[in-house]
């Protein structure tokens, strides 16, 4: 009894699964082997082609977050792609969940930000502008200005503004003074310029 | 809008300092209050000054765009007391004694009817004082040391930390807080230097571990408890995310996990689910599988 | 002024809506908190005894409706109301909102006298 020392390596250099196996395990009933799979195989680019497909049909929110940790990491247009079709998800949990995932992907997701801006559906520019909201790129606050400049739906602008908050300065002052001008039956747009520019 | 013509020695504007608050508040989880001002004020302007930029806004832009690496870096060894010291934060190490502990024991059925010992992680261990600590405290403190086997597991990236951590000579800075009656009994001087001696250094596990490294971390099962303090802010979103996920894959489900008295896992991942104890927050693995 | 204002927590990912109601809030006379998702709100029930949560649906690291039913459950089990607010007009988010444990569902955008009312409302037992 009493403090004990554990030499060997706890199992530390056990041989590290195949990806192969960790693929299988996606598909294991048991959810924490699914997360411990999908986070195994980190760096893996043959498991992406199998990840992608599951990240939508994954009911355990835990396991999906672990997929998109691996899947991010890859920053590669075949995963920006992929996940760029669930901003128009019905699921607000997969959506929000894969705009923070392309919100990490600045080597890949600016490639599709042209492409996104433009989409017809204005909840996924809503969901762009999260993305750019914290996505680590130069151009980042370019295309929000763009997007507060130029979209047609009151909802898109107030996410833009949104995610332009924290890096307003006296030079957008007359950019948010026109998207009150654009949209005057919005109160709350009005509001939050106000109390953006003071 | 006041001046916004400062310069690079002058204070920052108000506006300045929010949105530098809220920015570092979201990287990091890190808040701080108008009180700490002057502190972060001047933090900051080493910062600038250091990296050669002209004043906080094109300093704040490349921050913000990760423009430059080691930017954040230097910013957080700036704005975070980067030093350890025996029983540093040790309230923590009160609700280890008082609470989680005693919890652990409960959750695996009892004194005399664990399968296995209790296990401790500290990640990263840094030159050893954590990991030295809790035995300690655990060995003069904790009522049940002598009815359960308790090991503890000191990880660290950085071998050169490591190497010392095994020699586990300090000087007097390191154990300033480690009362006069334990120093005799555990430490050795050694010219101006404490020795600890031998049974605490051998109870003590070291390992070198990456946290962020999902393979490596594998070997790292069934902890009770971890600590891992004023390590996760200096990870970026992806890094910090694996690193959580990693610890909840070392913990036991229902283990706890404590981070830095300033830290949070509220913008890391919610797979956690935080706890109050009397001295703080804390966060434990959920029992039913993952959420 | 010695009188207690009552606290309440405002709690959505999007800083101008936490802007926003913090700013009516205030208004109407209550001390004002404020976290960006459910989890940071979770972490600040434990810190402070809030008289009123105010909280949005759909939110990053955890939604509205977990967020409630953690505020609800043993890990926090605050007694106080809950407001959510949602973009979904639709009776099935009510119903979950409600079943989470929320005491009201209002539909964005919330009018700003109206929610300063339901405000007051809610926590009249807490005013001085």
Redesign the interface.
Known sequence: MGLVRRDQQPAAEKAAPSAASLVEQLDDPDPDVRREAALGLDGSAEAVPALIPRVAGETDPAVRDAMLTTLAAHDTDEVAEALAVHLASDEASLRTSAAEALATMPGSVPAIIPRLVQDPDHDVRVMTAMVLADLPHPGALTWLADMIRADPHPNVVTAAIDALLPSITPEHTELLRDAVHRFPDDPFLRFTVEAAVG | ?TS?TKTAGAALTVSDFE?FR??FY?RTGIQFTESKRYFVDKRIETCIRQAGYSGF?SWF?AL????RSGLLQELINQLTVNETYFLREDYQFESLIRTVLPDVLAARGGVGRLNG?VKILSLPCSTGEEPYSI?LR??EEWDQ?????????GADIDSDVLARAELASYNERSVHRVPPAWRKKYFTPVGVRYQLDEG?R????L?Q?NVCD???M????DFDVIFCRNVLIYF???SS??AA??LY?ALRPGGYLFLGHSE????I???F????LPEG?VYQRPIG??? | MTEKRPKVLVVDDAATVRLYHTTLLTGAGFEVSEAANGLEAVEAALNTAFDLFVIDVNMPKMNGYTCVETLRSATVGTPAPIVMISTEDSRGDADRAYAAGANLYLVKPVDKDRLARVARMLTAGVAA
């Open positions: 809008m916004s949105k809220d920015y979201k806004a832009a913000r765009l990760n423009d010992p035995a655990l060995l040391i002598d009815h359960v086997d308790v090991e503890i597991h605490i051998d109870a003590v596990t390992h571990i999902t393979v490596a594998r070997g790292f099962r970026d979103e992806l995310r694996r996920e990693n894959g949070s896992m509220s913008r991942s919610p797979i689910t935080p706890a109050r927050i599988g993952s959420r």
